[in-house]
């Protein structure tokens, strides 16, 4: 047997040969469409930490400068509303960037102004506030389920623009998104929030009902930006098929709504340690760790 043989058999005999064999078959097997994907969600992860510390700036200079802002998020169930702000807010302070989702009025809201329980949650100085759905609910669900009656929203529809005109004469910046959502895409993320534990919270009742009502919504959504895309509150509509791009697309389009400048900082530096274990030793207490799984 020559010896090119027996060093290919010796090869064959080593320990974990057939398995780097199949680690090498399964690279060569990746197919583009998943090289394509990871590729492209390592330049979202690129391009929303650079608009992460914009939003930071952008955070900075509210406070600097006392700014009062309100960001709007409307949309049909599924568009992407809930993702997108979690995109916003999860790299600034929830002491400035504060998220407003408010539940079904109780019974003493109901009998209140309808736009008093929102009022209250306007930002002073300062301050940032997002609403997760807002007062728009009346042009929307409430009309679509049927939760007010034809009067109301006309008058709703009415007074609005007049409102918003009064808070941007406050010094309110008011910015309304609208996440468009195809009726495809709407129903695959639905079904993937009943089939996926993760999501099953956000499956509410009310989505599974408004769900058959497409066409009612559609109407509630034009006669509402007939009657309140103003051009002191116009309504922005972006397209939310792609989940990461649209959260791209906002976050950049919200900073060039407010103009910032970055906020000079002194040069920070952390000062030299001196007591580090000299003035004080920890006691030998049985500290209750928890289990490491991993």
Known sequence: MSSDKKQSKKDEKKPGADKAAGAEKQIEQVSPA?????????????????????????????????????????GRDGAGKGGTIKAITERVSPRVFQVVALPAPSDREKSQMYLQRYIKHFPA??????????????????????????????KFLNAVPLVEKAMKESGIILLKYWLEVTPEEQER????????????????????????????????????????????????????????SVRLNIISHLLSQIPYKKVPHEKVELPKRKDLGKKYKAADYPFKFIPEVV
């Open 125 to 154: 100085a300062g301050e940032v506030v997002i609403f997760d759905r807002s007062w728009y609910n009346r042009a929307g669900v409430e009309r679509v389920m049927g939760f007010t009656d034809p009067a109301k929203v006309e």
């Open 189 to 244: 993320r639905l079904r993937s929030r009943i089939t996926d534990g993760r999501k099953i919270w956000k499956l509410s009742p009310m989505d599974v009902k408004s769900y058959t009502r497409w066409d009612d919504y559609t109407l509630a959504r034009d006669e509402m930006f007939k009657a309140t895309d103003t051009p002191w509150a116009p309504w922005f509509v972006a397209k939310s098929e792609d989940k990461k």
């Open 34 to 74: 998943k090289q394509a994907k990871k590729k492209k969600g390592k330049l979202y992860e690129k391009e929303l930490k650079r608009l992460h510390v914009e939003l930071v700036k952008l955070q900075e200079w509210v406070v600097a400068k006392g700014l009062k802002v309100i960001v709007v998020f409307e």
